[in-house]
Each structure stands twice: as structure tokens, then as C-alpha cells.
């Protein structure tokens, strides 16, 4: 039985769209499963799987991507090239160059829907701003991070939502912005 991922085709359409586009990219999601069904390495890209994704993408277990997350997300980019970013506790970001990282922000309070697509979008709209690959990944997972951890300090991590974030956001990359809140 084919996964449902490959029976829409939509995102197979979308993705035989974007096949020779050459600008910055980043792919979460169905279309992370679609690359693991249809593999290919790209430089452009980069990819924000979590540890179930990076385990199909990678053909193994999630113990085996969670045993060593600094060279699951190596192999990760060895396999489909640019940057990933393995989220989880202790998001890794690498990249082809061999630049990698750990990020030290963020909590358990992220473990909701949505907290990958706000991520996506803040990497999203750097990228549109020209940053490189890696940059983008590692300062739009530290900005999340650091949101939520804002967030945690002043409500705790229990019933974080993704929408949470935005007000927080504003004030983690505007720290020019007085905090009327806290003053």
C-alpha cells in the first residue's frame, strides 16, 4: 500500500515544478516525504525534517537518528546536499561545507503542531533577505528557540501554541522594542 504522501498529485506536480528552479528553497513536510520516495541531492535546498522524517529520508529507525542526531544530520546532507535541520531537542543544523551546529534554545513546550511551520516560515523570510543557507537555518532556529523560551519563562511550557510565538518573535528580532509587559 502506497503511503498517503504519494497517491496526491499535487505535491508531485509542485515538486516537478521546482525540479530546475535554482533560487533558495526550503522543503518541510509532504515534501520531505515525497524525497524520500524520489531522492535527489540538491545545493539550493535546505531541509527541516524531524527525527520520523530524517528516519524515512534516511531509511532507518528514529532510535538510530536519535542515538546520533550530529551524524544522522550529516549523513542527511551527504544523501540530498544543502542544509538541514534536524529538529528536536537539541536541533542540529548542517551543511555541506561541514559547518554544523546544536542550537541551545528552545523547550518542551515546542512539542506542538505548528511549531515546524512558524520555524519555516522565520527561516522562510530570511532567506528572502538574502542570508545564506546555513545562516538562515541557524539564526531562524535560534530566534524560535529563544521566543519560546521567552514564552516558557513567562507561562510556563504547558499549552505552548505555535501562534504563541508571533508577539515574542516581534520582540526576540526587534530588541530595540520596550517590553511594556515586563517594564
Given at each position: 500500500?502506497?503511503?498517503?504522501?504519494?497517491?496526491?498529485?499535487?505535491?508531485?506536480?509542485?515538486?516537478?515544478?521546482?525540479?530546475?528552479?535554482?533560487?533558495?528553497?526550503?522543503?518541510?513536510?509532504?515534501?520531505?516525504?515525497?524525497?524520500?520516495?524520489n531522492p535527489d541531492k540538491r545545493h539550493n535546498r535546505i531541509l527541516t525534517p524531524h527525527p520520523g522524517e530524517a528516519a524515512?529520508?534516511?531509511?532507518?529507525?528514529?532510535?538510530?537518528?536519535?542515538?546520533?542526531?550530529?551524524?544522522?544530520?550529516?549523513?542527511?546532507?551527504?544523501?540530498?546536499?544543502?542544509?538541514?535541520?534536524?529538529?528536536?531537542?537539541?536541533?542540529?543544523?548542517?551543511?555541506?561545507?561541514?559547518?554544523?551546529?546544536?542550537?541551545?534554545?528552545?523547550?518542551?513546550?515546542?512539542?506542538?503542531?505548528?511549531?515546524?511551520?512558524?520555524?519555516?516560515?522565520?527561516?522562510?523570510?530570511l532567506l528572502g533577505q538574502k542570508l545564506a543557507l546555513y545562516d538562515a537555518a541557524c539564526a531562524g532556529c535560534v530566534v524560535?528557540?529563544?521566543?519560546?523560551?521567552?514564552?516558557?519563562?513567562?507561562?510556563?511550557?504547558?499549552?505552548?501554541?505555535?501562534?504563541?510565538?508571533?508577539?515574542?518573535?516581534?520582540?526576540?528580532?526587534?530588541?530595540?522594542?520596550?517590553?511594556?509587559?515586563?517594564?
Amino acid at each position: 500500500m502506497a503511503p498517503v504522501w504519494d497517491k496526491r498529485p499535487g505535491g508531485k506536480e509542485a515538486l516537478r515544478k521546482v525540479e530546475n528552479f535554482r533560487h533558495a528553497m526550503l522543503w518541510d513536510a509532504d515534501a520531505l516525504n515525497l524525497l524520500a520516495i524520489n531522492p535527489d541531492k540538491r545545493h539550493n535546498r535546505i531541509l527541516t525534517p524531524h527525527p520520523g522524517e530524517a528516519a524515512r529520508l534516511l531509511n532507518c529507525s528514529v532510535a538510530e537518528i536519535e542515538s546520533d542526531r550530529l551524524h544522522s544530520a550529516q549523513r542527511l546532507v551527504k544523501r540530498y546536499g544543502g542544509v538541514v535541520v534536524l529538529k528536536g531537542a537539541g536541533t542540529v543544523v548542517a551543511s555541506e561545507s561541514g559547518m554544523s551546529g546544536i542550537i541551545d534554545a528552545g523547550n518542551a513546550g515546542m512539542a506542538s503542531g505548528g511549531m515546524g511551520d512558524v520555524l519555516s516560515g522565520i527561516i522562510g523570510a530570511l532567506l528572502g533577505q538574502k542570508l545564506a543557507l546555513y545562516d538562515a537555518a541557524c539564526a531562524g532556529c535560534v530566534v524560535h528557540g529563544a521566543a519560546a523560551d521567552r514564552l516558557a519563562d513567562q507561562y510556563g511550557t504547558r499549552g505552548m501554541l505555535a501562534t504563541d510565538l508571533f508577539d515574542t518573535l516581534r520582540r526576540v528580532v526587534n530588541p530595540e522594542i520596550i517590553d511594556v509587559e515586563n517594564d
